[in-house]
């Protein structure tokens, strides 16, 4: 049973890995804790949803459909709302993304309600069974695609140019505009590319979750005890933090109970702040 729950633990820690490596390359490059990470993941997971009722697509195929457009709606977001707050003080930057958390999802609760939806898929109830243990077929996709969207973000961190603008960005907004980078270029982007994240987990849950207007509600809290965990800023960091993060919750469901499956989350999240508040792998500051 710790076997199997460790396989789950690692699949679904995928997802919240993928989740918040969007909010910490948001917050590594801009220096902004996004709130609104979860209501976006929904967003996502409704586009899937919309999608397939009218296109008739599966999940998987929609991928390269939602991914390109929450990028376009991230890049909306910073140019619209995000990019007035830039250089402000940081209680100017909570406010609006926990007030665009609120209308994301009472915007969602007016267009659709409060129901919930559920998309046909007939991988849903699929499985994969070796050695005793079954492994949902639909959770090892998501795993997969997860980590090869982090593996890509890895690339374009460090092999491309705008990844090279990133990191010179979020070490010094001035030097990098001395260098002729457009922090608030490169800061679009970054945003965009964090809530593209986000909405291809929203579409990779799909299958798992229902949806409804609070599901990111769901994510959001984990994805901070895994950004913190992991260390703010730190992709790496908050890859290893998903996966473990994960591993504990499933083990919390089993050995304690379903509904104390956050309780070992939390446990952990809190245990992190007392010993090293920078988390696991964040470096000491002065």
């Known amino acids: 049973m710790m076997v199997q729950s460790i396989i789950n633990g690692l699949m679904i820690g995928g997802i919240y890995a993928l989740v918040a490596v969007g909010l910490t390359l948001i917050f590594g490059v801009m220096g902004i804790v996004n709130f609104a990470q979860g209501e976006l993941l929904m967003v996502g997971m409704f586009l899937t949803y919309l999608l397939n009722q009218w296109l008739g697509l599966g999940i998987y195929p929609l991928f390269f459909v939602v991914t390109p457009l929450c990028f376009l709606i991230g890049y909306g ?5 995000i990019n007035r707050v830039i250089g402000k003080p940081d209680i100017y930057q909570i406010l609006l993304t926990l007030g665009l958390s609120i209308f994301l999802i009472n915007g969602a609760i007016m267009i659709w309600g409060p129901d919930y939806h559920s998309i046909p898929n007939t991988i849903k109830q699929a499985a994969w069974n070796f ?33 090279r603008a990133m990191r010179a960005t979020a070490e010094s907004r ?12 490169t800061f679009a982007i970054a945003f965009a590319i964090g809530i593209a994240l986000a909405g291809a987990a929203g579409l990779l849950m799909s299958p798992l979750f229902y949806v409804y207007p ?7 809290n984990t994805a901070f005890v895994v950004v913190v965990l992991g260390g703010m800023g730190d992709v790496y960091g908050a890859m290893i933090g998903g996966l473990l993060i994960g591993i504990v919750e499933a083990l919390s469901s089993v050995y304690l109970a379903m509904d104390l499956a956050q309780l070992g989350v939390f446990v952990i999240f809190i245990l992190v702040l007392f010993l090293r508040p920078n988390g696991l792998f964040g470096r000491r500051t002065a």
């Open 77 to 81: 977001i910073f140019r619209g709302l």
């Open 131 to 163: 050695g005793g243990f079954s492994i949902p077929v639909a959770r090892v996709i998501a795993f997969c695609v997860a980590a090869a969207m982090v593996w890509a973000l890895n690339i374009v961190i460090n092999k491309t140019e705008m990844g």
């Open 174 to 185: 001035e030097i990098a505009t001395l260098l002729g980078i457009n922090p608030r270029r």
């Open 214 to 220: 609070h599901v990111g509600q769901l994510f959001s």
